[in-house]
Nanobody, 115 residues
Framework: QVQLVESGGGLVQPGGSLRLSCVASTSILTINAMGWYRRSPGKQRELVARITSGGSTNYADFIKGRFTISRDVAKSTVYLQMNSLKPEDTAVYYC?????????WGKGTLVNVSS
């Protein structure tokens, strides 16, 4: 079992920045991959960014260099730095951990991009 707790969401104006955090209950080096996903109103949940235990990253095409996923192994934390936010980035952002034993999700944090 892996517990994940996200934080850092909130209300931000278009063009602004936020940094999301996801703290895992175990060392993230024991997790095959961790990712950020989001669910916008009326849409299915989609991948935003993902990082493997080896440090490899991949991003959704719609990110276009605006977001960066990173990690702090000592803190068992994965971050999502989001810059140049747009209203269409409004969504609940979820953290996911992938293990051979299964997948684990956090409860999500709401990001609202609005003027």
């Amino acid at each position: 079992q892996v517990q994940l707790v996200e934080s850092g969401g909130g209300l931000v104006q278009p063009g602004g920045s936020l940094r999301l955090s996801c703290v895992a209950s175990t060392s993230i080096l024991t997790i095959n991959a961790m990712g950020w996903y989001r669910r916008s109103p009326g849409k299915q949940r989609e991948l935003v960014a993902r990082i493997t235990s080896g440090g490899s990253t991949n991003y959704a095409d719609f990110i276009k260099g605006r977001f960066t996923i990173s990690r702090d192994v000592a803190k068992s934390t994965v971050y999502l730095q989001m810059n140049s936010l747009k209203p269409e980035d409004t969504a609940v952002y979820y953290c996911k951990a992938e293990r051979y034993s299964g997948q684990y999700w956090g409860k999500g944090t709401l990001v609202n991009v609005s003027s």
